[in-house]
Structure formats: C-alpha cells, structure tokens
C-alpha cells in the first residue's frame, strides 16, 4: 500500500500559527507560543453513520426524497462518489473503528453466524476484538470527549460494549437492529431487542422513543453536558434507521403518500436520470440488471401496488425524518458556536437492503415471527407493531446504477453514499478519487493530529492500521489517495471479491440466485470486470482475458492470505 505522507500541519493550525507570529512577533518568547497554542481547540468529529442506505437514496446522490440538510452539507462540502465499505453492517463498523479489515478486527463475519472451520479463530470474535486500538479509545486519551448513540453491533457484552472500547457516555442498541419505537421488537426471535447506557444492560425504552429521534436528542444531551469545558468531542452518531422493520411516526409517513404509486420501476428510471445530471455517473451508463425473481409492476394486481407502495412511503419518510433530525443536530452545533470547528463525516454501512423476505431468512424463523408478532393491515403499516422491508425491486432503485445490493460483493453491496464537511477544506467538490472506509480512522486522527499508539497500546500488542488518510483528497492536494495498482479485498460469507485498480473479481451465487445452502465451491464461479468501461458489472471477462484473471487471482490469494481469510465451510447468512 503506497504509504502518503502526513500533512506538515493542518490548514487551521497553519492560520492560528501565523496569527500567533503576528500578534505576538518574531521575538516573542517561546512560552508565551505555547500557551497561545494551548488554548486553541482541536476540531470537534462528528462521525454519522446510516443503516442500509442506498447510493441514491438522499437527494445529493440522486433521489427524489427531500433531504436539504445532507444536501446543504454535502454540497458545501466534499460529496465522495468513490467510497467502499463491507457488504453488512458489523464488519463496516469494525473497520471505521479500527482502520483495519475486518477479518483481523473480529468481523470476519457476522455475530454467531461463524461456520465450524470458522469458529474459535483469531478475526472471528464476533465483536471489535482487542488486537486493534479503538478510535474512540484512542481520542479519549488524547484529551478528547467520546459520545456514542444508536446502533453498536460490535459486542453484546459489558466487556466488549461501547463504553469498554472508549466511549465515555453512550447509548447503544447492541444488535444488528430493532424495531423503531419502545416495545424493543427485536429482529430476530421473541427476546426484546438489547440496548446497553453507559455499559448498563436496560429493561425499557421511554414512551415517546422513535429511534431517530431519540438519538438525535441524546447525542445533543452528551454534547452539552460538557461543552462549558472547551474540550473537542468525538460524536459517534450511528442511526438503525431505514434498516428494516420498516417504522415511522404516521405524521411522517403521510408526506409521502402517493409518490411512488407509479412503482418501482419509475422510481429506477427517475432516479438514474437524476444521478446522470448531477455529473454521479456518465450519461451513457447502462441499467443495472433487475433480477430473475424480480416482478415488473404491471404483473402486481392493485391491492399488491397499494401495500408495496406505502411500504416505499415508510422508507422515504425513515430518510427524510433522518435528514430532519440531523439538521436539529446541525442546528444545534451553531447555536452554541460549534459548527465552525467541527469536522463531519456522513456514510451508509452497506447497499440498499434488498433481499426478498420468503427466501432471505427462511433459516432466521421470521416467517414464524410475522404470524405472531404483528399487525400487517394496510392502516397498520408502518406502526410499532409492523414487521416489513421493501425487497429487491425497490433496492434496485434504492442502489441505481450498480449490481445486486446488500450481502453481495458486487458494485450495489459495497459502494455507499458519503461526503465530509469542514469549513477548512469545504470546496463544494465531488471527489472520484478511491476511498475505503478503512480509510476513515487515519484520517480522524491525522485531523486531529494525534498519532496511532503504534504495535503496544494498553499493554497488549494491536495491529497496525491499514487505511491511508484522505486528508490530502479532502484538502484538494492531490486527486487520488491510492495508486493506480492499489488492491482492496472484500469477503462475506463466501461472497469474494478485490479490486485492483480498475480491475475487480467477485465471486457469487449462479444458478438460482439465492440458493447459498448449497456446497461453495459447487454454486460460486469467479468473474472479471473492467469499472471503467463496465461499471455496472454487466460484461464477465473471466474467459476472454486469462492473465488478467490470473493476475488477479494472485491478489486475491495475497488479500486472503494477509488478512487471515477462512471462507466457510457453509453459508448461514446474506
């Protein structure tokens, strides 16, 4: 990996400098520079981070719902059209935590979805294991305040919980998701959902929760409750929204009634255009293929086109009531004169949540939990006690020009939306340039000019982060941080892929699409794609270009063989 040199200061640091020189002139004594400097604060982080957020799914990177206040953000700022995470939820956030790939952070796979040959095996913890130096661990000691609210899904127990890995005040839902309301749904079986405040495990939810809102409100408290100390916090705000059960309020839900009766097939189309014109993707992009379980609108009969479209409304008004809460939460900031100082870095953790209820987790016994748990008359919709998500033809739109979504290495699975704001660097840009989430935790710490503590951190030995700091990029120094040669790999449950440079392999499932039970090595085939000329992965060059497939096999074999890759011996999950 190209090594790329610090940043001698950072432009903020260079100004105050230079106002320390003026004011105080060249013969000043050096004490009296430090205490100038002293008394300079560092830039405040707030790290956001959406759940199952599609590439087009806010109103920046194409979609038609109303997003002004990401808009706003990202349009003054740095809007990232390049920027890769893991194919689920988990393995993301322990490689934003850690700048380190998952399978050495813990998350080679999913919590208890670990294979027997997987199982007890150093990368496969199922929580942010302690070979790494958390971010939030490491601001804290580096005079830093570490709030935490929303989704963790990086350990369940007090040991491995948020405030164990550095946070000092934090409310977090421990699982991979919930219900958005107080009766704690759970997504899986009938135990109501985890959450942990402050390390302590609690039994009940306020009354009036609603997920994106609650920890809007609680992060805004923790800000507070320390901001006369003039210290920098590190604000890590993870929303579970619009991660399925499909919830809002019914206020919010009614704003977008009838918008997307035309169907998702419209909702494709509108959308591509869209992310066309706004310079996204070339004009003469291609379609992503629609899938062979995919069913064209006109074959739905109208009670079938009532019900798919309000489940569409509920996810719109999920994102839009996102976009609301942080603009409180921006807000917020400039009134109490933080705004200026603060970095603020947006991503989703993965592609658009796609697959189809009937056959994705049939093994989970969801099937079992819609009969008993919920309410699915059409005016129940969208309440606490709904259980839905919206499948792979709204995904489709959900994802745009990319292949698959959600669990798949391919394009729609591992390219998410994502852009930085800092009045330092904010140039109203989009940057194409690479950019890997492993990437993020560098550049937090080059921002705030602390240095990774190295091979030994607490007494125990860590690993080495692997990420480059986007600083140069984001600071408009340079135009790509990583080579043209620079390889990233990817694995989920035997789902593979790596790039290198504009070369990509993956592997997925053929034949019946979502037949994963079946022996890998009898249902997986490798394909080869160029992303320049084929960024939708619509043309296989495996047989066509063979020492290219070979030299990219090579890579892969490097990537699994440096991260400690075990690909499962069976397949459980997406």
């Not at 005016?379 to 959600?406: D, I, Q, T």
Request: glycine share 8%; charged share 20%; with cysteine.
């Amino acid at each position: 990996m190209e090594s790329i040199p610090k940043l001698n200061t950072q432009k903020l640091w260079f100004i105050f400098s230079l106002l320390c020189f003026l004011l105080i002139g060249c013969s000043a004594e050096n004490e009296k520079k430090t205490v100038f400097m002293d008394s300079i604060k560092k830039p405040n982080i707030l790290l956001i981070v959406v759940d199952d957020l599609g590439y087009t799914d806010i109103g920046v990177f194409g979609s038609e719902i109303a997003t002004p206040n990401l808009d706003a953000l990202a349009n003054a700022g740095m809007t990232l059209t390049n920027y890769y995470v893991a194919p689920t939820c988990s393995p993301t956030r322990a490689m934003l935590l850690s700048g380190i790939d998952n399978h050495l952070a813990g998350m080679g796979t999913m919590y208890n979805e670990q294979s027997e040959n997987q199982k007890n095996k150093p990368g496969y913890e199922g929580y942010l294991n302690f070979q790494v130096a958390a971010l939030p661990n490491i601001l804290k000691d580096n005079g830093y305040h570490t709030y935490m609210t929303g989704k963790w899904h990086l350990g369940y127990e007090e040991e491995t919980s948020p405030t164990a890995r550095g946070f000092e005040r934090s409310f977090a839902l421990l699982a991979g998701g919930a219900g958005h309301f107080s009766n704690m749904m759970s997504i899986l079986g009938s135990n109501k959902a985890p959450y942990r405040e402050d390390g302590d495990l609690i039994k009940t939810l306020p009354n009036d929760f609603y997920s994106t809102k609650f920890y809007t409100n609680k992060m805004i408290e923790y800000i507070d409750s320390n901001h006369q100390d003039n210290k920098p916090f590190f604000g890590y705000l993870a929303y579970s929204a619009p991660h399925w059960p499909l919830q809002a309020p019914a206020e919010s839900i009614e704003k977008h009634v009838g918008k997307y009766d035309a169907g998702y097939e419209v909702l494709y189309q509108q959308r591509m255009a869209k992310i066309k014109a706004l310079g996204l993707i070339d004009q003469d992009m291609p379609d992503a293929l629609s899938l062979p379980e995919d069913k064209a609108w006109n074959e739905l009969n109208d009670d079938e086109k009532k019900r798919s479209s309000k489940v569409m409304e509920i996810y719109a008004a999920m994102v839009s009531d996102l976009d609301l809460y942080i603009g409180k939460l921006i807000n917020h900031l400039k009134d109490i004169g933080e705004f200026e100082n603060t970095f603020i870095f947006f991503m989703s953790d993965n592609g658009a949540e796609g697959h189809p209820l009937d056959q994705s987790f049939a093994e989970y016994g969801i099937a079992n939990k819609l009969a008993t748990c919920c309410d699915h008359s059409y005016e129940n919709m969208g309440n606490a006690n709904s259980y839905l998500w919206y499948g792979p033809e709204w995904a489709r739109a959900g994802v745009g020009p990319w292949r698959r979504f959600k669990g798949f290495t391919s394009e729609g699975g591992i390219r998410a939306p994502a852009f930085a704001h800092y009045p330092s660097f904010n140039d109203a840009s989009i940057k194409d340039g690479l950019i890997h989430v492993k990437d993020v935790m560098p550049t937090l710490l080059e921002l705030a000019d602390i240095d990774h503590p190295g091979s030994i951190y607490k007494g125990r030995a860590v690993l080495a982060m692997q990420g480059s700091s986007i600083l140069p990029l984001l600071s408009g120094e340079v135009e790509n941080i990583h080579d043209k040669d620079h390889v990233e790999g990817w694995e989920l449950f035997g789902k593979t892929a790596v790039r290198k440079g504009d070369w990509k392999i993956i592997q997925e499932p053929k034949g019946e699409f979502f037949s994963w039970q079946t022996p890998l090595a009898d249902n997986y085939d490798w394909q080869l794609f160029n992303l320049v000329e084929d960024p939708s992965e619509l043309n296989n060059l495996a047989s066509t270009q063979p020492e290219k497939m070979q030299e990219m096999l090579t890579a892969w074999q490097s990537y699994k063989e440096d991260n400690g890759v075990i690909i499962p011996e069976s397949v459980m999950g997406f």
